[in-house]
Structures are given as structure tokens and as C-alpha cells.
T-cell receptor, first 114, second 109 residues
């Protein structure tokens, strides 16, 4: 049981390049999330998907797009990377009906934009 | 996160108690959470408290909730070097979690 799997784990981009971060969960969760983590800023929500077929903006959506490909997969795309997007990105999922709302996190994707 | 506030650092001696504080904003949050992040890893749920509770104890962990002041705390008794990590509080808002800035706990011998 892998839980939440993110790829790639590390990536270096040049300014203006594009890339997609992939996330998949095998827990049959309804909701999936993308956060970024920066020193002194904690975790900030970029986008989330409360259920298959829906996506919503979080606190810091500018410069990103997402796709909820199916119930398992939720991808995050940077169309034109900027140095300000250097960060650690975490995907998470939740969705046990009547549960506590606990999030299950992937191990993170470390992105550097030069 | 949006105004979920924590102090950034805490340093304690091994064997002492640690208290990590958090101020949240949404009085309608159903649950409040503490997550732990070890170096190079994702976050893992440490404990949570339902909003109608004042206190929850789980082995060495005690969570206190003051709804009037929107204040949440996590006490770790007999702190060990393995407790060194970043601790995040989080509040539930609608269908998402909003996290605080995280408190880096350093435990020294």
C-alpha cells in the first residue's frame, strides 16, 4: 500500500521552462491537494480538488494549473517557471466520509528554478 | 497559511516538557490538528482534537484547546531527541486544511 506517491522527487528547471508534478493515491480518497512549503511560510495551499471532476484555487494559485485526471491522480503544472516557484511541493489526499479530515501526504517534490 | 500563527523555533533539553503554541482564526473549525514533519519527509498526523473538547491526552502528548481565544497548544512530556522535528498546527475550513508556519523543535542533551 503506497499511500500518496509524487514524482519527480527532485527537479531543476530554468526560468521559463514548464513541467508537471504528478501525484497518485491508492486509498480511494475523494479529495486531493497541492501545497508548497517555504521556510518561515509553512504550508500554503495552491489548489485542491474536493472530488473527481472539480478543482478549486487555494491561497497561492498564480502561476500554476491543475488537472484531476481521475479519482487517483492529481497533477500540478507550471507553465512558465519562475525563481519564486523554487519550493518543496507536497501532494496530499483525504476523504473518508465521516472521518476526521486527516490528510495523508506524499514525500514531497523539491523544485529549483534557476 | 492564512493567519494560523506559530512561533518558529523552540529549543528544549532532553527530558523536559515542550509546549508548542498556535493561534488559529476560524471559530467554526470542526477539528484542529497537529502534524509532525521529520527532515526530508512529508507531514504525518500526530494528533487532533474535536472542537467541542478542551483537552485530549495521548501518551506523552497533551492537546489543549481554548476556543474563546482560538488558541491551541501541544505539550510533549519527557521530550526525546527523536521528537526533534517541525510541528504544524492546522485548522479545518470547509473542505480544506489551513496550516500554520510550523515550529521547529530542537532537543539537546
Amino acid at each position: 500500500n503506497a499511500g500518496v506517491t509524487q514524482t519527480p522527487k527532485f527537479q531543476v528547471l530554468k526560468t521559463g521552462q514548464s513541467m508537471t508534478l504528478q501525484c497518485a493515491q491508492d486509498m480511494n480518497h475523494n479529495s486531493m491537494y497541492w501545497y508548497r512549503q517555504d521556510p518561515g511560510m509553512g504550508l500554503r495551499l495552491i489548489y485542491y480538488s474536493a472530488s473527481e471532476g472539480t478543482t478549486d484555487k487555494g491561497e497561492v494559485p498564480n502561476g500554476y494549473n491543475v488537472s484531476r485526471l481521475n479519482k487517483r491522480e492529481f497533477s500540478l503544472r507550471l507553465e512558465s517557471a519562475a525563481p519564486s516557484q523554487t519550493s518543496v511541493y507536497f501532494c496530499a489526499s483525504s476523504g473518508l466520509a465521516g472521518g476526521t479530515g486527516e490528510l495523508f501526504f506524499g514525500e514531497g517534490s523539491r523544485l529549483t528554478v534557476l | 497559511g492564512e493567519d494560523v500563527e506559530q512561533s518558529l523555533f523552540l529549543s528544549v533539553r532532553e527530558g523536559d516538557s515542550s509546549v508548542i503554541n498556535c493561534t488559529y482564526t476560524d471559530s467554526s473549525s470542526t477539528y484542529l490538528y497537529w502534524y509532525k514533519q521529520e527532515p526530508g519527509a512529508g507531514l504525518q498526523l500526530l494528533t487532533y482534537i474535536f472542537s467541542n473538547m478542551d483537552m485530549k491526552q495521548d501518551q506523552r502528548l497533551t492537546v489543549l484547546l481554548n476556543k474563546k481565544d482560538k488558541h491551541l497548544s501541544l505539550r510533549i512530556a519527557d521530550t526525546q531527541t527523536g521528537d526533534s522535528a517541525i510541528y504544524f498546527c492546522a485548522e479545518s475550513r470547509a473542505d480544506k486544511l489551513i496550516f500554520g508556519t510550523g515550529t521547529r523543535l530542537q532537543v539537546f542533551p
